[in-house]
């Protein structure tokens, strides 16, 4: 880990041309060492939280008596790099607690190159990946959990993931995290004290007590634990692959639900020979469709490994939008895919596709597939019309109620495989110590084990970590942020 007490400068706006872009100093020398390159008012002086206009100068030492008296830069010198908007911020009030200050530049990336090689000249150093969160982490302004809901919220892609990652912010997993670890750090002292009076064999922990509040922390821990389903599927987004037989209609339903032409439609058997992904957001959910190969026997090499891969899709989607032709696929056909490719955790809808070139409705088709697979392996059953874009919202209604049903209850929802883990590890804490109350077992086991369950709570906050833990969580951080 880098000098926490260095003064560090960075971007805090993304690489490229723009109309400005913003460079974030932070540290106990930042505002003098902005002031040093600064042609305005003395930044030494100025009030917390205001901001002030004025240019940055290359070597500003040159022009001490022009700054101080606020006279205009001869322009033959060259000096001028551009005209700023500085910001300042006071310590212990910005991000990082510490003081800061924001230069608002034009947004040319050989300006932001240049003001930075002054800053870095007159003392700062280039920030590392997430140092400036990490800073507001150390220096207590935020936990472990809200800085990594940071990083959440930028990377936010749809409606769902930016308010979980919002709320997340605004603290309610780490609200959640110390209740939870104050019910157990009362107990655990209450044990502690026990231990040191061994000899006199006495308990001043309530047993019974200790029995309902580790059953009460089993069942709030596996409610948090259940909710990473839902908070994964709106973080990462759902993947659906549309399966089915050449000429099915998948690449021309892909395109009704994208609203654009985005595969090429064909009607000459074969011409998806590789997967084709698109992301559609649909009532603030990120949904990631994959458009597949026509699954059949092939001697085609190239189309043999579009199967496959058609195959894999299957393997690792959520939902499967199974497309067929009644013309071209008999009711054991089906059967017999649904069967092959079911599990327990994917959805599969059929779409009976072209029902606009249907004369009459088939009953039996209809009813020999509904009995074989409703409601154990399939729930849904739609009739449509890829072509005429008929009943495309019904598909887009199941989606979003597979989303929905998803949902485990209105409390907080674990979105991070970090904070899933350490849950889990907890939770196998506090039911040893329920096996441990029931056989009657010694103090000292209870204790080890409800120090166990409180460290695994406390990585997620952060009261518990290292600095391995703590350079790949804010490694993944861009450079300003």
């Given at each position: 880990?880098?000098?926490?007490?260095?003064?560090?400068?960075?971007?805090?706006?993304?690489?490229?041309?723009?109309?400005?872009?913003?460079?974030?100093?932070?540290?106990?020398?930042?505002?003098?060492?902005?002031?040093?390159?600064?042609?305005?008012?003395?930044?030494?002086?100025?009030p917390?939280?205001?901001?002030?206009?004025?240019?940055?100068?290359?070597?500003?030492?040159?022009?001490?008596?022009?700054?101080?008296?606020?006279?205009?830069?001869?322009?033959?010198?060259?000096?001028?790099?551009?005209?700023?908007?500085?910001?300042?911020?006071?310590?212990?009030?910005?991000?990082?607690?510490?003081?800061?200050?924001?230069?608002?530049?034009?947004?040319?990336?050989?300006?932001?190159?240049?003001?930075?090689?002054?800053?870095?000249?007159?003392?700062?150093?280039?920030?590392?990946?997430?140092?400036?969160?990490?800073?507001a982490?150390?220096?207590?302004?935020?936990?472990?959990?809200?800085?990594?809901?940071?990083?959440?919220?930028?990377?936010?892609?749809?409606?769902?993931?930016?308010?979980?990652?919002?709320?997340?912010?605004?603290?309610?997993?780490?609200?959640?995290?110390t209740?939870?670890?104050?019910d157990?750090?009362?107990?655990?002292?209450?044990?502690?004290?026990?231990?040191?009076?061994?000899?006199?064999?006495?308990?001043?922990?309530?047993?019974?007590?200790?029995?309902?509040?580790?059953?009460?922390?089993?069942?709030?821990?596996?409610?948090?634990?259940?909710?990473?389903?839902?908070?994964?599927?709106?973080?990462?987004?759902?993947?659906?692959?549309?399966?089915?037989?050449?000429?099915?209609?998948?690449?021309?339903?892909?395109?009704?639900?994208?609203?654009?032409?985005?595969?090429?439609?064909?009607?000459?058997?074969?011409?998806?020979?590789?997967?084709?992904?698109e992301?559609?957001?649909?009532?603030?959910?990120?949904?990631?469709?994959?458009?597949?190969?026509?699954?059949?026997?092939?001697?085609?090499?190239?189309?043999?490994?579009?199967?496959?891969?058609?195959k894999?899709?299957?393997?690792?989607?959520?939902?499967?939008?199974?497309?067929?032709?009644?013309q071209?696929?008999?009711?054991?056909?089906?059967?017999?895919?649904?069967?092959?490719?079911?599990?327990k955790?994917?959805?599969?809808?059929?779409?009976?596709?072209?029902?606009?070139?249907?004369?009459?409705?088939?009953?039996?088709?209809?009813?020999?597939?509904?009995?074989?697979?409703?409601?154990?392996?399939?729930?849904?059953?739609?009739?449509?019309?890829?072509?005429?874009?008929?009943?495309?919202?019904?598909?887009?209604?199941?989606?979003?109620?597979?989303?929905?049903?998803?949902?485990?209850?209105?409390?907080?929802?674990?979105?991070?495989?970090?904070?899933?883990?350490?849950?889990?590890?907890?939770?196998?804490?506090?039911?040893?110590?329920?096996?441990?109350?029931?056989?009657k077992?010694?103090?000292?086991?209870?204790?080890?084990?409800?120090?166990?369950?409180?460290?695994?709570?406390?990585?997620?906050?952060?009261?518990?970590?290292?600095?391995?833990?703590?350079?790949?969580?804010?490694?993944?951080?861009?450079?300003?942020?």
């Amino acid at each position: 880990m880098k000098n926490m007490f260095d003064t560090i400068c960075a971007p805090a706006t993304a690489n490229g041309t723009s109309a400005i872009g913003i460079i974030r100093v932070s540290g106990k020398d930042a505002i003098s060492i902005v002031n040093s390159c600064f042609q305005g008012k003395n930044l030494n002086q100025v009030p917390s939280h205001t901001v002030h206009y004025g240019f940055i100068l290359d070597e500003s030492q040159v022009f001490t008596e022009e700054i101080s008296s606020n006279k205009p830069l001869n322009s033959h010198n060259n000096t001028l790099i551009d005209e700023v908007m500085v910001t300042v911020f006071h310590a212990p009030k910005s991000f990082t607690t510490e003081n800061s200050v924001e230069i608002s530049h034009h947004g040319s990336p050989y300006i932001a190159e240049k003001i930075l090689e002054v800053l870095m000249h007159k003392g700062a150093r280039m920030a590392s990946p997430g140092e400036f969160t990490m800073r507001a982490f150390i220096n207590g302004r935020i936990d472990l959990a809200q800085a990594e809901s940071i990083a959440d919220l930028i990377a936010a892609e749809n409606e769902a993931s930016r308010q979980l990652a919002l709320n997340h912010l605004k603290g309610d997993i780490s609200d959640e995290i110390t209740t939870l670890r104050d019910d157990l750090l009362n107990f655990t002292s209450l044990l502690e004290l026990e231990l040191d009076f061994a000899e006199e064999d006495v308990e001043f922990a309530d047993r019974s007590a200790l029995i309902s509040l580790v059953s009460n922390l089993e069942s709030k821990l596996t409610s948090l634990l259940d909710s990473f389903t839902y908070g994964n599927a709106v973080k990462n987004g759902i993947e659906v692959a549309i399966i089915g037989k050449p000429n099915a209609g998948k690449s021309t339903l892909l395109n009704a639900l994208l609203k654009e032409e985005r595969a090429i439609v064909s009607d000459i058997a074969g011409t998806t020979r590789d997967t084709i992904e698109e992301v559609l957001h649909i009532n603030g959910s990120a949904f990631r469709f994959v458009d597949t190969a026509g699954i059949r026997e092939t001697r085609d090499v190239i189309e043999e490994i579009g199967v496959k891969r058609a195959k894999d899709k299957i393997a690792s989607a959520k939902i499967i939008l199974y497309i067929f032709d009644e013309q071209d696929s008999s009711p054991d056909e089906i059967i017999s895919f649904v069967k092959e490719y079911w599990r327990k955790d994917l959805k599969i809808i059929l779409l009976q596709n072209k029902i606009d070139t249907i004369q009459g409705v088939d009953n039996l088709y209809i009813e020999a597939i509904k009995s074989a697979l409703m409601p154990a392996y399939v729930q849904s059953y739609l009739g449509i019309s890829a072509k005429e874009k008929t009943n495309i919202d019904m598909i887009k209604h199941e989606l979003t109620e597979y989303v929905e049903n998803l949902k485990t209850s209105e409390g907080t929802v674990i979105t991070n495989q970090r904070h899933y883990e350490a849950l889990k590890k907890s939770r196998d804490s506090i039911l040893k110590v329920k096996v441990a109350i029931t056989n009657k077992i010694q103090t000292e086991l209870l204790a080890y084990e409800l120090r166990h369950a409180l460290e695994h709570l406390g990585e997620i906050s952060g009261e518990f970590t290292n600095d391995e833990i703590l350079g790949n969580i804010f490694g993944r951080f861009c450079i300003g942020k």
